[in-house]
């Protein structure tokens, strides 16, 4: 049996500190990428165009992981639903939106972890957020749409990705916002290679992900910017995954 490394107490910690740490909490040097830090916080926050909103706005975020994107969010929306596939990580966002606040142990070396705790900004209304689990390919009829719509860092994670890029259209209301970040790691063990949507070459002609996403929204979609996103995740104190997701922020025409 495949384990989905979503699930584990590894990755919940990992996504913990990802999500809530601090500089401080995520690297114990004096050097090192700390403009990398707080990836799910800029998703929000450098990607929206906060004007564009109606007063009273629904969001989503879809792949919401441990939910700090999706109390972003409630900054600026009423309503935010937060969806991922992963019970252990929905369980871990649920309990946040309750308490405001979540001890974990970050892994350190080895065995050896330090205690933590990931905290929700007292400023942020918790109560507008909602958390399920649920399967991005497979969203409940009941859903409905949304001026906002976040997909970070879950393209390439998922089997069909395409079939999600074209249920965008139907997901975010006409003048809402679709941010997609994506690092645009295609492996297949999350997508078979035949649906990935860039990183291959076909009769001599290379693809990437991004021509392939505005191939497929530009009839629906105005592109309002695109911006380069680092983003750092600790393994251990020692190690670390230094990335920079490729965002783009379109508008539903
Ligand atoms: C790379 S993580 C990104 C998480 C979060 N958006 C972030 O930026 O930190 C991918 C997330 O998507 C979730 N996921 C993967 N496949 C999914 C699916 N089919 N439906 C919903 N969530 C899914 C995983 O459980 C994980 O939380």
Do not use: A, E, L, S
């Given at each position: 049996m495949t384990v989905n490394v979503y699930e584990t107490d590894r990755a919940l910690s990992e996504y913990l500190l990802f999500h809530y740490g601090e500089a401080s909490d995520v690297l114990p040097f004096d050097f090192g990428p700390r403009d990398a830090v707080g990836f799910p916080a800029r998703c929000v926050n450098v990607c929206l165009d906060t004007s564009l909103l109606p007063a009273k706005a629904r969001a989503l975020d879809l792949g919401c992981a441990v939910g700090r994107a999706s109390f972003e969010l409630a900054r600026y929306c009423t309503e935010v639903v937060g969806i991922d596939y992963s019970q252990h990580f929905i369980r871990a966002a649920a309990q946040l939106k309750k308490m405001g606040r979540l001890g974990f142990d970050r892994i350190d070396e080895g065995l050896l972890t330090s205690r933590c705790v990931a905290e929700v900004a007292?400023?942020?209304?918790?109560?507008r957020v909602h958390f399920e689990v649920g399967d991005a390919m497979r969203l409940r009829s009941t859903l409905g749409n949304f001026d906002v719509v976040l997909a970070a860092n879950l393209l390439c994670r998922v089997e069909e990705p395409l079939k999600l890029v074209l249920k965008f259209p139907e997901l975010v209301r006409p003048g809402g916002q679709l941010v997609i970040t994506t690092p645009c790691t295609w492996t297949r063990e999350f997508t078979p290679s035949a649906n990935w949507l860039g990183g291959y070459e076909r009769d001599g002609r290379r693809f990437d992900t991004f021509e392939t996403l505005n191939k497929f929204l530009a009839s629906d979609f105005t592109l309002l910017r695109t911006r380069d996103l680092p983003f750092l995740l600790r393994e251990h104190a020692r190690k670390y995954q230094w990335c920079v997701a490729q965002a783009s922020v379109w508008q539903r025409k």
């Open positions: 007292p400023d942020i209304d918790r109560m």
